[in-house]
Each structure stands twice: as structure tokens, then as C-alpha cells.
């Protein structure tokens, strides 16, 4: 028996988190191990970042072969992963150019200091206001979780950033009636994932397109969690056919190794001069390299075409389960990205359904306290998927 333990944790660790009992110590594809040697069926892949499953054997022979090469040099270099990498998404986004941090919110962060910059070059410091979407999600700087529309993780912390204005989701008419020539961008995640999986229209999304092209502003998508295949495309802005002028992207670049992306064009990345903003560890040649491989795997339409009918298979046994129980009021999402959002007799009891998976040998997710979240690996077999189910089912069986 190992001599780190949940109580481990408790001991040593800041108290930020509350993970599960069981510690992981191995997984292979959408399978995980504890220290017991209990296994898992894993329906979550490490919240959307996973999405090649764990140790894939490619990803893992470059993660091999660039470790004996080069790790690391500083951006006052650059490498040929880090080129490579940023060619590929060149050739397969609307981006002519891209910059590399480390996570998510790095990448939202980049985003929005580029759109007041690019604001500032263009049109002055007066054009400084962002439009963002209550309930939305981008990061835990302070910039970004002012920006995120959740007060409860932004309160507490003293002053925020001025100039942020919140509206509801999918509401165009709310973001009329507070845009201006003085706003500078518009955020908005293509499927809000944290708060329940609620795709955008189609119409909303065009609709900010249409009012950002009026005002000047800069559309934002923040994919963190929606790319990289995750909806059956490689950026969710492909499937619902509206280009942002620049996008975040990060969990599934690298199947697990820490790495993100900011995405816009030539014309806007030019306000990103020299020293205006950096990274140390962004775009290093070994996550990159990993990077490299992962879009190679996943860009491929076969790849993507299956994701898209793995999703559907997917919904559709959440679907028989929920006939035979009754405990979904609706289950939604694109592709591998799936929320099942529960009856109102169980709202807020999302996180027990959580702990009682885990006890019936299943991973899941939470999307706040009333959707249960599947984010499965996105080449997941149906195998795996039945088999999940089957452990899903035992579970409902005792909420029934």
C-alpha cells in the first residue's frame, strides 16, 4: 500500500480542491486504475483534456523522443515544434497567427489584453468595454474570472477590472442594449461548459458576429473546452459557421501535457509588438511537439466524423437509460461534449451522482449543481462507451 493517501491531502495540500477518495496511479485508454487496482470506466478524460484517453502510444513515443532532444529554451528562441505546431493550426483555423501560454486561462487572458490593445492602436483608450455572458466560464486570473459571469468564484478578492458588462446567454436583444463604441469585444464560449452544457444558437452567435462587425469590436470564442474535436469539429466555430476574430484554445492540445493557444489574424496579432506580452514557458518544444501529434490525430475528418457519431450513439443510451428512470429533464450537447441535466427533485445533487459512479467504478463530471457532465475520451470505443453505461445504469438504479 502506498504511503500517500487521501488523508495525504488533507495534510499537505491547500484545501482549493476536494478531490475524490480514490487516488488514480494508472490508465490506458478510457480505462483508469486506482492504488487498489480497482479500475474505472473514465467518461470525463480529465475534463475535455484527455482526448486521445490516457498514454496514448503515438503521443507517448513523441513525449519519448522530444524529451531526449530539447524541453525547454526561453522565447528568446524559438523551435521547430513550436513552428510546426503553429503551422498546423494555421492551415486547419481561420488564424494567420498563433500564440502559445500554458493553460486556459492564459489563453483568455492573451485574448482579452489583445482586444483592448488592438482597441487602443485603432480607436483610443475610450474603447475599452468587453461583453461577456452570466454563468460563463474562462479562467481563474483576476482578469479572467471578472470576466467569467459567476460572481461566487470573482467575490472576495477585492476590486475587480472596470469595464465588464455581463448579459444573459443567447439573448442578442441584452447584448444590444449595451453595446456601444465604446466596447472593445465580446467573449463568449460556443457551449457554456461549467454552467450545464448550453450550446449557443446559431443565430445568437451570428447575431454577435453581425453586431461586432457594426461596432468595431472583436468577437472572442473561448474553445478551451469546445475544441480540438471535442464537438465533432476541430473548433466549434466550424460547426456552427461563425469565424471569431480570435480564439482561445487549450485542455485537448496536448492530451494532458500543459499547453494553449491564442488565435487571431495578422492584422490584430500586430498589436502584440516586442515585449507587450510573454510567457516564459508557452510554446515549449516538448508540448508542442505533443501538440503536433495530437492535431495531426484528431484534424483528420475520419477522426472527426467519428466523434460525431460516437456523440450521438452516446446521447441516445443516456436517452434509454433516462426512459427506464426518468431522471434527465433533458440530455444536449455536440459531439463528445454531453450534459444531463436532472430532475428538479435532484437539483443540486449533481456531485452526488458523482460519488456513487465512482463507487460503481465510473468517472463523471458535474457541470454546476444540477447536470451531470460526460467529456469521454473522443476515440472512446463503443465498447467502452456500453460498458460505462452499464455502471451508469447500477448507479441511477439507486436514485430511482
Not at 474505472?40 to 503521443?59: M, P, R, W
Not at 456601444?180 to 465580446?186: G, K, L, Q
Not at 446521447?315 to 433516462?322: A, D, H, W
Not at 444540477?370 to 455502471?391: C, Q
Amino acid at each position: 500500500m502506498s504511503q500517500y493517501t487521501r488523508q495525504t491531502f488533507n495534510e499537505v495540500m491547500i484545501q482549493n480542491y476536494n478531490p475524490a477518495n480514490f487516488i488514480p496511479v494508472k490508465g490506458k485508454g478510457s480505462r483508469v486504475w486506482d492504488q487498489a487496482g480497482c479500475e474505472y470506466i473514465d467518461f470525463t478524460s480529465g475534463i475535455a483534456v484527455n482526448a486521445l484517453g490516457h498514454c496514448h502510444d503515438e503521443v507517448v513515443a513523441v513525449l519519448k523522443e522530444q524529451g531526449e532532444k530539447l524541453w525547454h529554451s526561453s522565447n528568446w528562441f524559438t523551435s521547430e515544434t513550436t513552428l510546426a505546431l503553429g503551422e498546423k493550426l494555421v492551415a486547419n483555423t481561420f488564424a494567420e497567427r498563433v500564440m502559445f501560454a500554458n493553460s486556459g486561462a492564459e489563453a483568455n487572458e492573451a485574448a482579452l489584453k489583445l482586444a483592448r490593445r488592438y482597441a487602443v492602436d485603432h480607436f483610443g483608450a475610450q474603447k475599452y468595454n468587453i461583453i461577456s455572458f452570466k454563468q460563463s466560464f474562462h479562467g481563474r486570473t483576476l482578469f479572467t474570472v471578472s470576466v467569467g459571469g459567476q460572481p461566487k468564484y470573482s467575490d472576495g478578492f477585492g476590486p475587480k477590472p472596470a469595464g465588464i458588462i455581463h448579459v444573459p446567454f443567447n439573448n442578442l436583444d441584452a447584448v444590444k442594449a449595451v453595446i456601444d463604441d465604446h466596447t472593445c469585444a465580446i467573449i463568449v464560449e460556443p457551449i457554456q461548459g461549467e454552467s450545464g452544457v448550453i450550446p449557443a444558437t446559431k443565430a445568437f452567435l451570428q447575431g454577435l458576429r453581425n453586431l461586432c462587425d457594426q461596432y468595431k469590436a472583436l468577437l472572442i470564442f473561448d474553445e478551451v473546452q469546445t475544441g480540438v474535436g471535442r464537438t465533432g469539429a476541430l473548433y466549434a466555430y466550424q460547426k456552427f459557421g461563425v469565424t471569431p476574430d480570435i480564439l482561445t484554445s487549450a485542455k485537448a492540445l496536448a492530451n494532458g501535457f500543459p499547453i494553449s493557444a491564442m488565435m487571431t489574424t495578422s492584422k490584430i496579432a500586430q498589436s502584440f509588438a516586442p515585449g507587450v506580452h510573454g510567457t516564459t514557458f508557452g510554446g515549449n518544444p516538448l508540448a508542442c511537439a505533443i501538440g503536433s501529434k495530437v492535431v495531426d490525430i484528431i484534424a483528420d475528418p475520419a477522426f472527426l466524423a467519428n466523434v460525431n457519431q460516437m456523440g450521438e450513439f452516446f446521447k441516445s443510451e443516456l436517452r434509454k437509460l433516462n426512459e427506464k428512470f426518468h431522471l434527465f429533464s433533458d440530455v444536449r450537447g455536440e459531439g463528445l461534449l454531453i450534459g444531463a441535466e436532472l430532475i428538479e427533485k435532484y437539483h443540486g445533487k449533481a456531485g452526488e451522482f458523482v460519488t456513487a459512479c465512482a463507487e460503481n467504478g465510473l468517472m463523471i463530471l458535474v457541470a454546476g449543481a444540477n447536470v451531470l457532465r460526460f467529456a469521454p475520451a473522443l476515440n472512446i470505443t463503443k465498447e467502452d462507451v456500453l460498458a460505462g453505461i452499464s455502471r451508469l445504469e447500477k448507479t441511477l438504479m439507486q436514485f430511482n
